[in-house]
């Protein structure tokens, strides 16, 4: 079983750029797909960016593909999500998930496919 732990929101401006943290412990992140999530007041939670237990498969959703980065440190059984060119509109609570199914190649963009979630940390980005 693996625990997770976000940490790195916080209110920033339009147009800024912000890198949010994952930490993992119990088990090393390479041995999940690894996923980041947000939900913003009143909405569904919904994917972001994710990342196979391989690291070689990446996938994001249209919204924020060119603009976040999603990053794998395994010697600091750490993930990352970067975030540039942030528009009020990514304002939310983002989630680090962890997977724990499928194999090593395996990227589920839903949040049911996730077992392992960490607090969550809030960005707030003002106009």
């Known amino acids: 079983q693996v625990q997770l732990v976000e940490s790195g929101g916080g209110l920033v401006q339009a147009g800024a750029s912000l890198r949010l943290s994952c930490l993992a412990s119990?088990?090393?992140?390479?041995?999940?797909?690894m996923g980041w999530f947000r939900q913003a007041p009143g909405k569904e939670r919904e994917f972001v960016t994710g990342m196979s237990a391989s690291g070689g498969r990446t996938s994001s959703a249209d919204s924020v593909k060119g603009r976040f980065t999603i990053s794998r440190d395994n010697a600091k059984n750490t993930v990352y999500l970067q975030m540039n060119s942030l528009k009020p509109e990514d304002t939310a609570v983002y989630y680090c998930?962890?997977?724990?199914?499928?194999?090593?190649?395996?990227?589920?963009?839903?949040?049911?496919?996730?077992?392992?979630w960490g607090q969550g940390t809030q960005v707030t980005v003002s106009s």
């Open positions: 998930a962890a997977s724990g199914y499928g194999s090593r190649s395996y990227l589920p963009t839903v949040p049911v496919s996730y077992a392992y």
């Open positions: 119990g088990r090393t992140v390479s041995s999940y797909a």
